[in-house]
């Protein structure tokens, strides 16, 4: 502790939870109370030059034009942190939709409440605060496409390649506000030598978004990485990847039956019958859970204005401005989309190149057997028919003398030639 209070410069406050549905207290805890707490460590720094807070772009998610300032929240932080200190866990579970209100979960909420600490209780600190958007792989360093944890889009991709995910609830005309890692990175230690060096006089918020510079729509996204999914497949899928978006609750309820229950029951069927243990319906629980939280995000669009971030551009000399790039207008969506699911297939995944091949192989069994499913399915459908319904009857008795005919007609004239 000595050391760090005497020899610290910058503080760069990444520290959080990121979970959705993290409790209450917990998400107030590590968003909210330990930045107060850090706050109070960075003023007896004698040494420090600046500090800069990591938010989210979504902490004022409640609003759809998000400006480079900090809103009030309807409850005092302060008056939040003190509750949780009395409350019980029981209670803080009744009154947190009560708290949150408008806010879609408890990271966002917090997140939010984490910016008023900052504002409220920065003293004469030197601050800064960061709000990333979605954060993707990495654009360029140390390599395009390294990724290392399944957050955000990347679990997604992997439920989407591996041919689970093959529905989500979105609006693919929306904006897929994503933001490369490497990019989020090299802002905050822009914006770590601007607020130390030229000290602004208020608190600078930087948008570390994308969409003002360089949009992508989810259906872009997903397309791509269906494209990539289908060159370059992952190993020993599920079923073959194939995703669409819904956009009504029928639709969703219908796929989640249809497309996610079902190939579920009757694989652990099967895998009960082979003697093993059913794991699929587990599994496919846990990816709609996941599904149901970040959906949200998929379905709406939101403008961050840019100008801290257009102006700390500018600021930069031509040589910085190559090290420390987060000029998002030079990126391009599909080949980054395409190293982004490449990146989860080494990195997450583990999986090597050299499987490529059988992948393949085994994406070409899937397909011959989604059509000898389908077809035993018309089959028994068409005879259950049959067996219920005259017209069915006539309607196939139509058929197969139409058949019948066509084999004739092509016989006699073959031979007549012959
Ligand atoms: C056609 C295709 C289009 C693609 C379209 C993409 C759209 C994508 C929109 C993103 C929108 C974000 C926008 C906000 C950006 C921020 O500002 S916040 C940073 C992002 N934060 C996150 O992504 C956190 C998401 N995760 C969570 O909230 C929680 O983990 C969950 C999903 C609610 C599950 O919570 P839980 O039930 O308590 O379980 P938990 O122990 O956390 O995890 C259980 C398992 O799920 C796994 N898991 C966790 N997260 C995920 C995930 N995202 N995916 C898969 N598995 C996951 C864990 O690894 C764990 O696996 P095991 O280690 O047990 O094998
Ligand atoms: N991922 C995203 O899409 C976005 C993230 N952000 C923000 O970026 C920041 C980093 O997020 P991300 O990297 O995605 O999340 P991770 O969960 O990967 O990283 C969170 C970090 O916080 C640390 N941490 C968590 N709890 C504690 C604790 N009690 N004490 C000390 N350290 C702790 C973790 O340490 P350890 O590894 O040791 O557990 C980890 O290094 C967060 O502030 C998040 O809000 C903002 C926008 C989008």
Redesign the pocket.
Known sequence: MQELLSCTNVVFH?????RFNDSLRHAVQ?NVT?TQKLLLMASQMPKLEAFIH????FSNCNLQHIDEVIYPCPVEPKKIIDSMEWLDDAIVEEITPKLIRDWPNTYTYT?ALGEMVVHQESGNLNIAIVR????GATWQEPFPGWVD?V??PSGLIIATGKGFLRALRGAPMAVADLIPVDTVVNLTLAVGWYTAVHRPKSTLIYHCTSSNFNPCHWGKMGFQILATCEKIPFERAFRRPYADFTTNTITTQYQNAVSHWAPAIIYDLYLRLTGRKPRMTKLMNRLLRTVSVLEYFVNRSWEWSTNNTEMLMSELSPEDQRVFNFDVRQLNWLEYIENYVLGVKKYLLKEDMAGVPEAKQHLRRLRNIHYLFNTALFLIAWRLLIARSQMARNVWLFIVSLCYKCISYFRASSSLKA
Do not use: D, E, Q, R
């Not at 990591?54 to 772009?57: E, G, H, R, V």
């Open positions: 990444c520290a959080a939870t990121v590590l330990a990591i938010s989210t772009a997140k990333p958007s979605i954060v944890n957050n955000g």
